[in-house]
């Protein structure tokens, strides 16, 4: 890792695209003690990069900041070039479009430092087709952080073709140095593994809305007040591993193996996003939700979510 | 419901099979102040059984007791008829076999007092057919709860064709009164619903195994640190409710609908459980345990349960 910067001396990060996962991004590195130099096209984004700051800035406190770290190291510039030219690190979070992520790496291909890593938010592109055509495509890596980023600790990093194995190391390192939760995946498919599981999920918690099993709030706690509880501990497999008893993942194998398969037989492909599914769904979240609008569903997500975070942080 | 006893009369509740499940069941059942009843035709038993209480009653006293609460209002029944002829209301954790419940339900069909309801643990049986044969059929749902269960909130009740409607209001009623989270599955389906949205994320994480994605301990990190701590505080539909910003879950369906259609066009039906996989499986769970027995790993999942049940309740 000769070529690339020693982690403690990254000193300014660029983000690219300043939309709910660029916002959140940007509070993340303020807060772990960055000076971040921000770019997004949109009409009034720095008013609204300002206004997310400031509202999960208490949330990063209770975390806990890194000393020194200040919002006002914040630098707003008014094109990616610029954003770029003096940054150790770039996490892009452009919009979902091979298109317009060509033309913006195309811009700052050659502007990006010698040592400078270049990291994409990418939740659904293939980064080799991204890097196609770039003179430093071997520094370039996705970076996939879960909505919230400065709040869910998982990052999922994968390499192109074109990517320097060493700057696929890189990334792990720095992103674990920054206190994220990075993990490597070695292949380049769509929605790389975290969301390929959670779209495995909604598939079946689709099928059980388009097949009358349970009214959609009833299909929620199926998971948020069972399942899902245990999966903030641990993993899938893990999970299972304890499930077979002294046993381990063993006996779950051999007793429960059978189970699962004879209620993947019954599992239907994929079910059809109609409009008429789409406002079932919306009518269910509605009764579920109550009063409550989607500003207070996300901030008691938030809230939950932090006090979980804590919860876990202080049990070992 | 004139017909079936006021919560608040319930006094006794027969356990019939004290394993994993049913040990839990008799902790929770005990530690909300209720009197039970218990009989399991296992070797030692009665020794695991009090053993299992004693580890569990601190955990429960974190949650908090019910006034009176005492783990000395446990009996040790030889039968499984002595065992209900005397109680309130039975929850049944016999193995998962047809024949074997059936054999059990044909005991003590008669014996189950005339206002007393009968309720199942069972994952995969399709009740209909287990109550096929019984005179006191219209008294018996399923109550499904989930590992361990007198931690994790989720019951899915499940009525039989010939169940009694009343009788699932009931079940519903009584298990939200002793401070669970009761869920009404419509249809009887192989293995009801959370079952079968785990199965599903199971399917999907074992074929990242398959294709050799990530290592076992990253695709368990994938969930852990990721979508699973935001499905510890809500549901899947909900949670992409937020996904999708102002907008709403409108927003996610129509600008996440595809890329998830997408995904879910490149899953490839049941993977092969076979032996080299368990054992791959197992190398990797091993190496993400370390030194942790499964001993060690359960209490770990129990303590950070604990804290994060804590957490959630103490946040609204």
């Known amino acids: 890792m000769a070529d690339y910067l020693p982690f403690d001396q990254v000193r300014r ?16 590195f303020l807060a772990r003690g960055y000076a971040v130099s921000a770019w997004d096209p949109g009409d009034g984004w720095k008013a609204n990069l300002r206004e997310f700051i400031d509202r999960a800035w208490p949330q990063l406190q209770t975390i806990g900041l890194e000393p020194g770290a200040d919002t006002a190291a914040l630098t707003f510039l008014d094109d990616p070039v610029s954003a770029v ?17 060509k033309e913006l790496y195309g811009k700052i291909d050659y502007a ?14 293939i980064l080799s087709e991204l890097v196609a055509d770039l003179g430093t495509s071997h520094r370039f890596v996705v970076g996939h952080p879960f909505n919230p980023p400065h709040l869910i600790p998982l990052v999922e990093v994968v ?21 994220k939760h990075p993990i490597r995946i070695r292949k380049e498919v769509p929605g790389h593994l975290a969301n390929r599981l959670q779209a495995a999920l909604w598939r079946e918690a689709t099928w059980a809305v388009v097949n009358d099993l349970a009214s959609v709030e009833d299909i929620n706690a199926a998971i948020s007040q069972g399942p899902g509880l245990r999966l903030a501990v641990m993993g899938p497999h893990m999970i299972f591993n304890l499930t077979g008893g002294k046993g381990g993942f063993e006996k779950f194998y051999s007793h429960f193996g059978p189970a699962m398969e004879s209620w993947w037989q019954t599992m239907q492909g994929e079910p059809e996003l109609t409009p008429e599914l789409c406002a079932q769904i919306v009518d ?32 070992t």
């Open 159 to 179: 390499g192109a073709r074109q990517t320097d194995p060493a700057v696929i190391d890189w990334a792990m390192g720095f992103y674990k140095h920054i206190g």
């Open 85 to 101: 030219s003096t940054a150790d690190f770039v996490q892009e979070n452009a919009p979902e479009r091979l298109d317009i992520k």
């Open 284 to 315: 269910g979240l509605r009764e579920e939700a109550g009063e409550r609008t989607i500003n207070d569903l996300e901030a008691e997500r938030d809230r939950k979510l932090l006090a979980v975070l804590k919860a876990l942080r202080d049990t």
């Open 112 to 125: 990006l430092p010698a040592q400078a890593i270049f990291s994409s938010s990418t939740s659904g592109l």
């Open 13 to 28: 990060i660029a983000v690219l695209g300043t939309g709910t996962i660029g916002a959140s991004w940007t509070a993340y």
